[in-house]
């Protein structure tokens, strides 16, 4: 049920993006002195990143908030202008001061200081600015006439961040070590004559959040041509510069035009002069830039920022992520010069730089993708060498064969295969390698308690003719212990299978003792299985492991996943889907049917498998009407490069039968391992890099599309380095028992999480913002069509009510039909009796 805040207090959030409630001392000292405050504003500090402070706690001490809905569809208090009560306190927010506690002192000193009406002071979260909350004095004028009129008695208006005019401006809270003074009657103050006077000022649109009084709106005008004077001379030295290198030397901006005049223009066989603005794919950023801005909406006050920084991190996927050219391109747009005329352009280029070192876009969003084809920009054609932008196959060949010296097989799996295939074949060559380690556990950070075993789900997806051949020589020479298992297996069943016959067609035979069924261990499962035979040998595939029963993995490959998809689609093999699914965390499954020769029960699954396609293949499996099963997500799914026009030296045939060797002696010697991999370290390493991808997916205006995608990304960075790990530390853990994961280890890690988070948004990140944007309609319409009439009425009912009053919103024959609903709606405390026929709603909403 929601709440609202009902007195124009002072009000407070746990999050910079959650309702407001009403402050209290108790809130704000517990806050102020909670570690985990402390901690965010410490490395905030430290690290200058802005995802630390947006942890913190909010207050607003210059405003309580109604009911508002926010962009998601949802009634809450939200910080809306629109929706603002004033409480008559004012914030001065003191920026860039060198000496903040110096300042803080001298106001403190003053004689006068009892009577400047002063509730708070305290240092903000950078360290170098300073917050004052004081009471507002109507004769002053507004929020912004207040802030001057003060910050000149203090003596500190130079210092001032007139971004404070806003009545929605949330502050964050400070640590207990910070707040140099607090008169305790701020928890309680509030003036609602002032909100009456101003109030109207900034709930109307646009808000008129600027000075009233005529001096200072000449003051703001006097800075905003100081500002336009400093940003003109930074431009004329900026042009003194450019004629020194084009002339040799500075010259007055005449005479460098009478000289440029001067110059032939396109005659004969000259060039002719190109366009210096910067451009993508030959349209200007300018353009591009403007055609976002319409796309999402020209921002008000209050939302420039949020805007600001929302398209700066946009625009830098087309940008080479270059912070000098974004902010170029930012700096052009009307509402950012607002921002640079009020603010500096420090600001903007602080955010550029902190929008380009913490991107989380890989490829154009859907508004940037309709803004560029609105200025003129091209989409390359389906299939183009621009579709594997996002995935830098050969910046990862490099990172591979930086590591082929630490790590057994590596270079042996990818010998005879081109660079840009070897990202695959890391991932086809670890699945095997894993699946012969199926004896093998780790712990990993998400379940610590449990035993999470290497589990591979893998795609290789490429044109026809790519090169995917190389899995079928990977699955030959790895995987050939269990195929061999397999065919011991496969021969006895056969066996059996003929002297049934046999004893079908013969008297004599049948006499003889009931053939025993074969129970032999079966693992490889070719996709022209039955569901009955790969549960049975599921089942069955089963071994004690220092006195515990393990399950062994089942393993699949496939070099044409178009053949698997189709032999799921009828006969006794139809639909291992689900068990696709559930094999990537050994989820339980069962079945139970009459048919005597089939397995009754509750298993778990444990099945790798390895597919290689093409595109259209991929997209029978997964498909916006899929995209939601979860599939996407648990898959590793690798691309191949475009075909070469040019042959590629791939070694001679010796350097192949001798990485053949090598591969076999190891194929060998894994498939006897067994027990923990002491992978801790690796844990720790895939658990830093999620929380860093979460922060920037919060921080990109609660991507939950990324968020998605990075969900199961630190499998694959634990399972793909495993086997190679082990590999290179055998020696060490024959000798001591165990070994430690080292910094190339994690090195190799984040490789692959990097891998496999960019092949997540290369293939499936349409599907997932669609995904969520399909979703987020779809929310809409039915809080929209499924409001019932009665939840209605309740919301028309005023705050304090009677009998009468329900009766008559409700449109009831008299005030006695109520008194059934009204003492419902007291059980479900939504309402509460104040006296004798007078109730009070405790919520807004049903």
């Given at each position: ?381 389906k299939g183009s060498n621009d579709d594997l932008a996002s995935v830098p196959l050969a910046e990862w060949a490099d990172e591979i064969e930086a590591l082929m010296p630490y790590y057994p097989c590596l270079r042996e799996i990818c010998q005879g295969v ?314 060490e853990r024959e000798q001591n028992g165990t070994y430690e994961v080292d910094d190339i280890d994690q090195r190799f890690c984040r490789l692959i999480l990097d891998i ?91």
């Amino acid at each position: 049920m929601l709440q609202t805040t009902t007195n124009n207090f002072a009000t407070c959030s746990n999050g910079l993006y959650e309702p407001m409630t009403e402050m209290t001392a108790e809130w704000f000292d517990g806050t102020t002195k909670c570690a985990r405050t402390s901690e965010l504003i410490n490395a905030y500090r430290d690290t200058k990143k802005a995802s630390k402070k947006s942890h913190l706690p909010v207050c607003c001490f210059q405003a309580s908030f109604g009911l508002s809905i926010n962009k998601k569809g949802v009634e809450g208090a939200w910080r809306e202008s629109t929706a603002a009560h004033l409480t008559g306190l004012v914030v001065i927010d003191l920026d860039h001061v060198e000496n903040p506690l110096e300042i803080i002192d001298r106001i403190l000193g003053r004689e006068d200081f009892s009577e400047l009406g002063i509730m708070l002071i305290y240092i903000t979260p950078s360290g170098n600015g300073i917050k004052i909350v004081f009471m507002a004095r109507p004769e002053w004028g507004n929020l912004m006439d207040n802030q001057y009129e003060m910050a000149q008695l203090l003596g500190v208006l130079d210092s001032i961040d007139s971004g404070c005019k806003d009545a929605a401006r949330a502050s964050f809270v400070p640590k207990s070590d910070d707040v140099k003074f607090l008169d305790e009657s701020l928890f309680t103050y509030s003036n609602s004559a002032y909100d009456e006077q101003y109030g109207h000022l900034y709930t109307q649109k646009p808000a008129k959040s600027g000075p009233t009084q005529q001096k200072w709106k000449d003051y703001e005008k006097q800075l905003r041509a100081k500002k336009k004077a400093e940003k003109a001379e930074k431009d004329s030295k900026a042009v003194d510069a450019l004629l020194d290198r084009v002339f040799g030397k500075s010259q007055p901006a005449t005479e460098a035009n009478d000289e440029l005049k001067s110059q032939p223009i396109n005659e004969g066989n000259s060039s002719p002069v190109e366009s210096t603005e910067p451009a993508y794919h030959g349209v200007p950023y300018s353009k591009i830039a403007t055609a976002l801005t319409n796309e999402l909406g020209e921002p008000q006050t209050g939302d420039r920022h949020k805007t600001m920084m929302q398209m700066g991190n946009m625009l830098s996927v087309i940008c080479d992520n270059d912070p000098k050219l974004l902010c170029t391109i930012m700096k052009g747009l009307p509402f950012v010069q607002q921002l640079i005329e009020e603010r500096g352009l420090e600001e903007v280029e602080r955010a550029m730089n902190y929008i380009t070192q913490n991107s989380t876009y890989i490829y154009p969003s859907k508004e940037l993708k309709q803004a560029m084809k609105t200025a003129g920009v091209k989409e390359p054609e389906k299939g183009s060498n621009d579709d594997l932008a996002s995935v830098p196959l050969a910046e990862w060949a490099d990172e591979i064969e930086a590591l082929m010296p630490y790590y057994p097989c590596l270079r042996e799996i990818c010998q005879g295969v081109p660079r840009q295939v070897w990202p695959a074949a890391v991932f086809v060559g670890a699945a095997f390698f894993g699946t012969l380690m199926t004896r093998c556990y780790y712990h990993y950070w998400f379940k610590k308690n449990e035993k999470t075993r290497l589990n591979y789900s893998i795609y290789v997806i490429g044109a026809p003719g790519s090169g995917k051949s190389f899995a079928v020589r990977l699955d030959k020479l790895i995987l050939a212990p269990i195929k061999q298992q397999s065919k011991q297996a496969s021969e006895a069943i056969n066996k059996y299978k003929q002297e049934a016959q046999e004893r079908g067609t013969s008297s004599k035979a049948q006499e003889q003792d009931a053939l025993k069924k074969p129970t032999q261990i079966n693992r490889y499962m070719p996709p022209r299985t039955s569901n009955g035979v790969f549960i049975e040998s599921m089942v069955n595939a089963k071994e004690n492991v220092n006195g515990e029963e393990m399950n062994l993995h089942m393993v699949t490959f496939d070099s044409e996943l178009t053949n698997s998809t189709k032999m799921q689609k009828g006969g006794g093999w139809i639909d291992k889907t689900a068990m696709e699914l559930k094999a990537f965390h050994n989820e339980e499954d069962g079945q139970n049917y009459a048919n005597e020769k089939s397995y009754n029960g509750i298993f778990q699954v444990y099945w790798n498998y390895v597919y290689t396609g093409t595109p259209d293949s991929l997209k029978e499996k997964v498909n916006a009407r899929t995209f939601g099963s979860g599939l996407a997500t648990r898959l590793a799914t690798i691309p191949m490069p475009k075909p070469s026009f040019k042959l590629q030296d791939l070694g001679s045939a010796e350097d192949l039968d001798k990485a053949d060797m090598i591969i076999s002696e190891w194929a060998n010697k894994l498939n006897t391992r067994y027990g923990e991999l002491p992978l801790q370290k690796l844990s720790e390493c895939t658990k830093e890099w999620y929380e860093h991808r979460a922060e920037i997916a919060e921080f990109n205006n609660e991507d939950y599309a990324d968020l998605m995608l990075i969900q199961r990304v630190g499998y694959y960075g634990m399972n793909i380095p495993a086997p190679f790990i082990d590999m290179r530390h055998w020696d060490e853990r024959e000798q001591n028992g165990t070994y430690e994961v080292d910094d190339i280890d994690q090195r190799f890690c984040r490789l692959i999480l990097d891998i496999q988070y960019h092949c997540q948004h290369h293939f499936y990140g349409t599907l997932a913002y669609n995904y969520y944007d399909n979703q987020a309609r779809d929310e809409a319409a039915y809080a929209t069509n499924h409001t019932t009439r009665f939840a209605q009425c309740f919301k028309m009912l005023p705050d304090t009510f009677s009998k009468q009053e329900f009766a008559k919103t409700f449109d009831l024959a008299n005030a006695d039909s109520s008194s059934k609903q009204i003492t419902t709606l007291i059980n479900e405390k939504a309402i509460e009796r104040v006296k004798r026929d007078c109730y009070k709603k405790l919520v807004a909403n049903l």
